[in-house]
């Protein structure tokens, strides 16, 4: 069974920084696009990052020069650096991944920045 294990969120106050780190586990013959995405209470899912297995980034607006997203192909796993955090990022993220040729999500990691 494959799946995405998601690990590096917490509280922080605004200003600060997380590094988020989410691994693909399993039987895996294909991996490529990797990403993040964050969903709000109250508020729908939306993207934050992905990146192509080449490591071509997109960005969501919102993020663009505070947030970067990377890779480590040999790892399996796809990274999200997270600064100058305030409190609209304040949300739960989700690591997402074409696995084996399919849409995988995590279970999500919580993200909370104080003011």
């Known amino acids: 069974q494959v799946q995405l294990v998601e690990s590096g969120g917490g509280l922080v106050q605004a200003g600060g920084s997380l590094r988020l780190s989410c691994a693909a586990s399993?039987?895996?013959?294909?991996?490529?696009?990797m990403g993040w995405y964050r969903q709000a209470p109250g508020k729908q899912r939306e993207l934050v990052a992905t990146i192509s297995r080449g490591g071509s980034a997109v960005y969501a607006d919102s993020v663009k020069g505070r947030f970067t997203i990377s890779r480590d192909n040999a790892k399996n796993t796809v990274y999200l650096q997270m600064n100058s955090l305030n409190a609209a990022d304040t949300a739960v993220y989700y690591c997402?991944?074409?696995?084996?040729?399919?849409?995988?999500w995590g279970q999500g990691t919580q993200v909370t920045v104080s003011s």
């Open positions: 997402n991944a074409e696995l084996n040729l399919r849409g995988t």
């Open positions: 399993g039987s895996i013959f294909s991996l490529n696009t």
